[in-house]
């Protein structure tokens, strides 16, 4: 039978239907294709007593909102969103749930982990799963789209700290990127260093990084981290990325660790997909995160 420890009572699902920061249009449809993907059902078969589902923010469609900095496109709407998330995250962390965020692209990490460093009075340790560092600065970023500079905001702002930081899955990073990295002294895993060390020593290191002193984890999971062969459902995809099974030893790896406090799945695109493919994928890995094992 498939059991979740009693040291989870209580989950809360907070869903962003955010696409200002990318510039292909269909992740705000991404919570609604994981709770499709039964969610719900999942968790409850994984014996968790309480699962709060706070809904989905109201995000301004693109055709609503306006932008004159094209350095950081729609900033001011995506700060005004992420402040509400990071109300509803401080919440749920001070009534002892476990927040799962569902994006939405990557942008809405800010609002995340500013909710997660008020409910606990300081920042978690912070495993970025990704194909992309997503710390552009506007002055560095090609694009001007928020979905590339979450990292960035949050540790200039102190919700996350470099030295508590692991990136996991790197494979497409911008010269601006992988200055910043080597300056705030991110520890950062290509795909050529799991290739080379294999995901199991790779989670190690990045478990006793993130969660040194004892402090709680945040998983912060973009699907493009995924090889695209597995999870086409993303607007960013690039190939040479995790397998099914190393993204779901990401998850159970820090299940293991007892740490594990918050959860964020982001960047699925349902129109993109393959009959929900990856919206399915995001379910397995979240109950793999919060207990569900093969025996």
């Known amino acids: 039978m498939i059991t979740v420890a009693a040291t989870v009572p209580r989950v809360d699902i907070i869903g962003v239907p955010m696409d200002l920061g990318a510039s292909r249009r269909g992740v705000d449809m991404g919570p609604s294709a994981v709770r499709y993907a039964k969610l719900h059902e ?13 809904g989905d923010l109201v995000v301004p469609i693109r055709e609503s909102a306006e932008t004159q900095d094209t350095s950081a496109k729609y900033f001011d709407v995506i700060e005004a969103a992420c402040s509400r998330l990071a109300e509803l995250v401080e919440d749920a962390v001070k009534e002892k749930g476990v927040p799962i965020v569902l994006g939405g692209d990557h942008s809405i990490a800010m609002g995340t982990l500013t909710g997660l460093t008020r409910g606990r009075g300081a920042p978690p340790g912070l495993i970025w799963v990704d194909a992309h560092a997503d710390i552009n600065s506007p002055e560095t970023s090609r694009s001007g789209n928020v979905h590339g500079m979450p990292l960035y905001f949050a ?8 030295e508590q930081t692991v990136q996991i899955g790197l494979r497409d990073v911008d010269p601006g990127e992988k200055r910043m990295l080597r300056e705030l002294g991110v520890k950062a895993f290509t795909m ?20 040194g002193e004892d ?5 912060s999971f973009d699907m493009d981290a995924i090889d695209p062969s597995e999870a086409p459902g993303t607007g960013t995809p690039v190939q040479g990325g995790l397998s099914y099974r190393e993204a779901h030893l990401v998850m159970e790896m820090l299940y293991d660790s007892g740490q594990l406090g918050s959860i964020e799945i982001v960047e699925i695109n349902p129109i993109l997909d393959h009959r929900n493919q990856t919206a399915a994928l995001a379910v397995g890995l979240i109950c793999s995160a919060l207990g569900k094992s093969i025996l």
Do not use: C, F, W, Y
Not at 42 to 54: E, N, Q
Not at 198 to 205: A, D, I, R, S, T
């Open 192 to 211: 050529s260093d799991v290739d080379k060390r294999g995901l199991m020593h790779v989670m190690e290191e990045a478990r006793a990084i993130a969660g």
């Open 155 to 162: 540790l200039h702002n102190g919700v996350a700290r470099a």
């Open 215 to 219: 402090r709680p984890i945040h998983v």
């Open 42 to 54: 999942r968790l409850r078969t994984l014996g968790i007593p309480t699962i709060v589902d706070r």
